[in-house]
């Protein structure tokens, strides 16, 4: 069940990290979309297995958010290249 509200929180947080991040990408919302769910999934998983937070605690959708902008970063850095 967590990991459907991970992906939930994913399109939540790859729409905040666009607004964070704003670069004109080729995938367009989609792929957006896609890099924060996957930013939420890691965040998620990570914060989890580190301890930092547990189910349900806002600090979820702080790391969601982060790991969609980091996630988007890397993303604009390789496209660059």
Do not use: H, Q, S
Not at 34 to 51: D, T
Not at 58 to 76: F, Q
């Amino acid at each position: 069940m967590d990991i459907l509200i991970w992906v939930g929180l994913g399109l939540v947080a790859g729409v905040l990290g666009k607004l964070v991040v704003p670069d004109k990408d080729p995938g367009g919302c989609v792929v957006t979309i896609l890099l924060g769910i996957a930013g939420a999934l890691l965040a998620g998983f990570v914060g989890r297995v580190a301890g930092i937070y547990g189910p349900g605690e806002r600090a979820g959708w702080i790391a969601a958010t982060l790991g969609a902008v980091a996630i988007l970063i890397v993303y604009n850095i390789l496209r660059r290249k």
